[in-house]
Nanobody
């Protein structure tokens, strides 16, 4: 059974930072590309960043230079370091084995100006 547990969300001021974590189980974590998505109220879920099993990364243009995705294969955990936060980053953030239909419960990030 695949389980994805996101944590680390909360309230931040614009310009601040948060670090999200996602602990995965039930998959062969080290070979999976892992992704972070977000969904703001009234908007479609969008891909924020992804990281391959070997550590290659891709980012949405809206977060390039501000967010950094990383992974610890020994801990089956993927991270999203979010810096220089903006109010438009407010959303529920989800991790996902890229291309799969597995989703966690998400973690809320709220950025106030």
């Amino acid at each position: 059974q695949v389980q994805l547990v996101e944590s680390g969300g909360g309230l931040a001021l614009a310009g601040g930072s948060l670090r999200l974590s996602c602990a995965a189980s039930g998959i062969i974590f080290s070979i999976n590309t892992m992704a972070w998505y977000r969904q703001a109220p009234g908007k479609q879920r969008e891909l924020v960043a992804r990281i391959s099993g070997r550590g290659s990364t891709n980012y949405a243009d809206s977060v390039k230079g501000r967010f950094a995705i990383s992974r610890d294969n020994a801990k089956n955990t993927v991270y999203l370091q979010m810096n220089a936060l903006k109010p438009e980053d407010t959303a529920v953030y989800y991790c996902n084995p890229f291309g799969s239909t597995f989703w966690g419960q998400g973690t809320q990030v709220t950025v106030s100006s």
